[in-house]
C-alpha cells in the first residue's frame, strides 16, 4: 500500500483508468473530477457523468469483485469495491455542488416543445422529406429517418416520457388490435373525417422503463396501483403534429412492410438504430445522441431558437395540458402528476417549479397592458379569463367594425375578379376568331420525353428491385406527337393529416438512385447492445462474431445465420452487406476452420482479440498475408 502523500509518483498511476482498477483508480478520478469541475469549469451534471460512467466500467470488468464500498482486503490483499464509490470521489462531488450552488446553480433547463413547435417542425419535415415512397433506397432511408423522428417525437409529447424511457418501448410493450385499428388508418390516410367508434379507437402502450416504476413495485406498492404506467392511446386528428396515435401505427407499418418483410417480434424495438447504409437493427435501440441530434436539425431546420434536450417533449406536453389547451380540456394536478409518473408524494409546488417554471412568468406579465383587449394573464390560470367572461360593449364595436371592414375589402376584391374575368373573356374570344397558324411541334426532339405506362404508374410502390428497373427502362416515344405520361403522386402520409397541404402534381424519375435492398436482412453490430442499454466487453465481440455465423441472432434480426446467406443477399442490390459479411466471415472462418473451434489456440494466436473484433481482424489479415 501507499500512502496518500505518494499516490500521484507510484507507477501503477499510468493504468489507473483502465478496465481492472488499481490502488491510484480513486485518486485518479478524483484528481480529473477536479479539473473539469474547478478548472474547466463543467457543471456539476458533467462531472457526475464522468463518475457515473467510469463506476459502470468498473462494476462490469470482473463480477461483483468492485462493486461497493472501495476499500482494501487485508485476507485477499487486494483492492476491492469501485474506486467511483469511495470517500474522495464524494467529497469532490461535494464540493463541486457547493460551488455550482454559490454561482447560482445550473441552468439547464430545456425549453418546452410547444404545440406551436411541434406543428412547426411537422411542416419541415414535411418540406425536407421527399414524396417518391420506397422508389430508391436513398430516398427510403430519408423517409425512414423522418418517420422515425415524427413517431418519436409525438410519442414523447404525448406520454411525457424521458429519452431512455422511450427509446427502449419495445413492440411486447404496445398492445393493440390490428383488424380494428387498421381500418381506423386508412381512414386517416385516405383524409376522411373519423367517426365516432373510430374516435373511441385506441391501444395500450406500456412503459416499463419508466424511472421509479421498479422501485415501487420493490416496495411492494404494485398492487396498489395495477394501471400504473398503462396508457391508453386515441386518435387526435385535430393535432396532426402530436397524434401519437396516428404515427406510432403508420411507423410500425412502415418498419413492417418496407424494412422487415414481417410482422414485429415481442423483443424489436419500436425505435431501433439505423446504419448509415439504411439498414435498421430491430435489436438495438436509437442513442440518445441520436435524439439529440435530431432535436437539433428539426429546430433549425424549421427556424426555432433556443435550447432543447431530449426532456422538451416531455416540459411540452405536460405544460399544453396544464395552461395551454383550450377551456375545459386542462388537467387537475391529482391526473397530471399521475400521467408524468412522478412521486406521489413529490410536493405540488415543487412539481409546479420543476416542470412548468413559465407559469409565473406568464401570469405575472404585463407587457400586453396597452392592447385593445387585454388577455387578464394575473385573473386566472394562464390567462383563462380572456376567454371565458364577457365581452364589453367596447370590446363588441371593435369586432363589429372589424367584420365590416373585412366585408367591404372582399366585395372590392369580388368585383376586381370580375373585371378580370370580363377581360381575360374577351381576349379568348378575339382568338378564336382570328386565323393564326397553330405552331408545328414536329421539330421537337422525342428523346426529351420518357414515357411511363399507366398501369406502371398507378402500382403501389414496393421495396423490392424490379418496380425501380421497369422506371428506370422506360421506353422512349415515337417522333410523332410526343406526350409526356407523369408518374402521379400517391397520397403523402403527411398529407393525411394535414389536408391543407397539396402535394407536387408530379414526380421526376432518378436513373441514378441505387436499387432496394431485400428487405429484412441485417447483420447485428458488435459488441452487442444489451436491453439495458449496456453493450458487451470487446473482449467478447469475437464470440459474438462466430455465433453470428453459425447460429444467428433472432432477437436482433438476424434469422438466418451468415454461414447460410446465399450470394445475393450480400450483391447486387445488397451490396452494402458485402463488407460486413466478407470481415465477419474472415474471423469466424479462421476460429473454426484454421484453429477447429479451440479457443484457447485461437486466442494464443491472436491476443489481439481482448482488444475488440477490429483489432483482431487487423490481425488475422496480417497473418494471412504473410
Known amino acids: ?36 469541475g474547478f478548472h474547466e469549469n463543467l457543471s456539476k451534471t458533467t462531472v457526475e457523468s464522468i463518475r457515473s460512467a467510469f463506476k459502470k466500467l468498473w462494476e462490469l470488468s470482473d463480477g461483483d469483485t468492485y462493486r461497493g464500498k472501495w476499500h482494501f482486503n487485508e485476507a485477499r490483499l487486494r483492492w476491492e469495491g469501485n ?48 414524396l417518391e415512397i420506397a422508389l430508391y433506397l436513398d430516398v427510403r432511408t430519408q423517409l425512414t429517418r423522418h418517420l422515425e423522428q415524427v413517431a418519436f417525437a409525438s410519442n414523447g409529447w404525448t406520454l411525457w416520457t424521458r429519452c431512455f424511457e422511450l427509446i427502449k418501448l419495445q413492440r411486447k410493450d404496445i398492445s393493440l388490435d390490428g383488424t380494428i385499428l387498421d381500418g381506423v388508418l386508412k381512414s386517416y390516410l385516405a ?101 439529440q441530434k435530431w432535436i437539433n436539425e428539426s429546430t433549425a431546420g424549421a427556424g426555432i431558437l433556443g435550447n432543447f434536450s431530449t426532456h422538451c417533449f416531455r416540459r411540452g406536453g405536460a405544460q399544453y395540458l396544464f395552461m395551454f389547451a383550450p377551456v375545459g380540456q386542462r388537467w387537475t394536478l391529482a391526473k397530471f402528476r399521475w400521467w408524468g409518473g412522478w412521486a406521489e408524494g413529490e410536493h405540488r409546488d415543487t412539481l409546479v417549479r420543476y416542470l412548468l417554471d413559465e407559469l409565473h412568468t406568464y401570469e405575472a406579465d404585463y407587457s400586453d397592458a396597452l392592447a385593445p383587449i387585454s388577455r387578464g394573464a394575473n385573473a386566472s390560470l394562464a390567462g383563462e379569463y380572456a376567454l371565458a367572461r364577457p365581452a364589453s360593449t367596447e370590446e363588441l364595436r371593435m369586432v363589429h367594425e372589424s367584420v365590416t371592414t373585412d366585408v367591404n375589402s372582399l366585395r372590392n376584391e369580388i368585383r376586381s375578379v370580375n373585371n378580370s374575368l370580363h377581360s381575360l373573356t374577351s381576349v379568348v374570344v378575339q382568338a378564336a376568331s382570328s386565323t393564326s397558324t ?55 402520409i403527411y398529407t393525411a ?14 436513373l441514378t438512385s441505387q436499387k432496394l435492398p431485400t428487405a429484412g436482412l441485417v447483420i447485428p453490430r458488435v459488441p452487442v447492445t444489451r436491453v439495458n442499454g449496456t453493450s458487451s466487453p470487446k473482449n467478447k465481440s469475437w464470440k459474438e462474431i462466430v455465433e453470428h455465423w453459425l447460429v444467428g441472432d433472432r432477437d436482433r434480426g438476424l ?30 472462418l479462421e476460429f473454426i476452420n484454421q484453429y477447429e473451434s ?29
Open 1 to 36: 500500500m501507499h500512502a496518500d502523500s505518494d499516490v500521484y509518483d507510484d507507477p501503477a498511476f499510468k493504468d489507473a483508468f483502465d478496465r481492472i482498477p488499481n490502488r491510484c483508480s480513486d485518486k485518479a478520478l478524483a484528481l480529473y473530477m477536479s479539473l473539469k
Open 83 to 130: 474506486p467511483a464509490d469511495s470517500a474522495d470521489i464524494f467529497d469532490v462531488l461535494s464540493s463541486i455542488k457547493h460551488k455550482a450552488s454559490a454561482e447560482g446553480g445550473d441552468r439547464t433547463h430545456s425549453m418546452a416543445m410547444t404545440k406551436d413547435y411541434m406543428d412547426r417542425t411537422l411542416h419541415w419535415h414535411q418540406a425536407s422529406c421527399p
Open 191 to 291: 383524409g376522411e373525417a373519423l367517426m365516432l367508434h373510430e374516435r373511441a379507437s385506441y391501444f395500450e402502450i406500456f412503459l416499463s422503463n419508466r424511472k421509479g416504476w421498479q422501485k415501487k413495485v420493490d416496495k411492494g406498492k404494485w398492487e396498489a396501483d395495477l394501471r400504473s404506467n398503462h396508457y391508453k392511446i386515441y386518435p387526435r386528428p385535430n393535432m396532426p403534429a402530436c397524434d401519437s396515435f396516428f404515427w406510432t401505427l403508420v411507423w410500425i407499418k412502415w418498419l413492417e412492410l418496407f424494412h422487415y418483410t414481417r410482422t414485429l417480434q415481442p423483443n424489436d424495438f419500436i425505435f431501433p438504430a439505423m446504419s448509415t447504409n439504411g439498414v435498421m437493427h430491430p435489436g438495438q435501440p436509437i442513442s440518445h445522441d441520436a435524439v
Open 438 to 492: 397553330t405552331p408545328s411541334l414536329q421539330h421537337l426532339d422525342s428523346s426529351c420525353f420518357t414515357d411511363i405506362s399507366s398501369e406502371s404508374a398507378s402500382r403501389t410502390p414496393t421495396p423490392s428491385g424490379p418496380v425501380v428497373g421497369v422506371h428506370a427502362a422506360a421506353p422512349q416515344l415515337p417522333p410523332a406527337g410526343p406526350v409526356i405520361n407523369p408518374i402521379p403522386i400517391p397520397p403523402s
Open 497 to 510: 393529416v394535414l389536408p391543407q397541404q397539396q402535394p407536387p402534381a408530379m414526380l421526376s424519375i432518378r
Open 559 to 588: 434469422t438466418t445465420p451468415l454461414k447460410d446467406w446465399p450470394k445475393k443477399w450480400y450483391q447486387g442490390a445488397n451490396r452494402r452487406f458485402a463488407s460486413k459479411y466478407h470481415q465477419r466471415a474472415t474471423i469466424a
Open 598 to 626: 479451440n479457443e484457447a489456440h485461437f486466442l494464443a494466436a491472436y491476443p489481439e482479440a481482448e482488444l475488440g473484433h477490429t483489432q483482431l481482424l487487423k490481425a488475422v489479415n496480417k497473418a494471412r498475408a504473410a
